[in-house]
């Protein structure tokens, strides 16, 4: 029978610092250690404040809560041109970021919450969409998928990068490597693509990348999971979807022992 008390475990969390506090909540609330060891940091492009704002805009789609964010911070004149935009966000802490700001959410996926649910939707299907006009806001070196499918389908699309990713510098390395030494680490939960590379790339040791290789690993997509597999992880659990209680949900079902 799977139990919710995960006392003895070790999970590792490799979110941004700001970002990593729900799901390190979750997990303690289930009375397993958290192993924080941030693989990526968020930081907001430079020069943003010079971007045009297209003069009309029917469509804003935010792909994060960090472009939420920055976006909000940036600095221009242009804001009166989205009165009249429906606001789209491509998940659940998407949307509650831009509830926070007080904007309201017109448009999100019922599921899946990446960019094949949103070109899913009826609105953004070639016969809805044609000449209209949509920023997409988003990280820097995002997925292309969104913005190219939307052009195929006649939109008028402007990209507005507004934060960048990159490796942190972190000070607990020589910790991780011991627990990875013991065997004492249960779960490595990863968010992105580049937050695995990044993990990797941070333990350089062969023999420790070795040893990672062989924790479970849970992850928020298959598209993750596909990532992971060519990187060598021998056991990969996609979450059921991309909230922090569907990553503990799944965390539990892997520390007892059950497939997922």
């Known amino acids: 029978m799977e139990t919710n008390d995960l006392s003895g475990f070790k999970i590792l969390v490799t979110r941004p610092i700001a970002q990593a506090k729900p799901l390190s909540v979750l997990i303690e609330q289930q009375n397993a250690e958290v192993v924080f060891f941030p693989t990526l940091a968020i930081e907001p492009l430079k020069n943003t404040s010079d971007y045009k704002m297209p003069q009309t805009i029917q469509w804003l789609i935010f792909t994060s809560a960090n472009a939420v964010n920055f976006f909000l911070k940036m600095d221009f004149k242009q804001k009166d041109c989205l009165k009249k935009t429906k606001i789209v966000a491509i998940g659940k802490a998407t949307a509650k970021a831009l509830e926070k700001k007080g904007m309201k959410v017109d448009l999100m996926p019922l599921a899946g919450f990446n960019s094949e649910a949103l070109l899913n939707l009826s609105a953004f299907q070639s016969a809805n969409i044609n000449l209209q006009q949509v920023l997409i806001v988003r990280g820097h070196n995002g997925r292309g998928l969104l913005k190219e499918s939307l052009k195929q ?25 011991t627990l990875l030494q013991k065997k004492q680490l249960d779960v490595i939960t990863i968010t992105s693509g580049e937050a695995l590379h990044n993990f990797l790339s941070l333990l350089k040791d062969p023999s420790m990348i070795l040893l990672a290789l062989e924790i479970p690993l849970v992850v928020m997509s298959q598209r993750l999971k596909n990532i992971a597999i060519t990187l060598g992880f021998k056991q990969i659990f996609v979450t059921e979807n991309p909230s922090d209680k569907a990553m503990i949900k799944s965390v539990i079902t892997v520390c007892n022992g059950e497939k997922l």
């Open 153 to 177: 389908r006649g939109a008028l699309v402007n990209v507005l990068e507004v934060y960048k990713r990159v490796k942190p510098v972190v000070k607990n390395i020589n910790s991780l490597l």
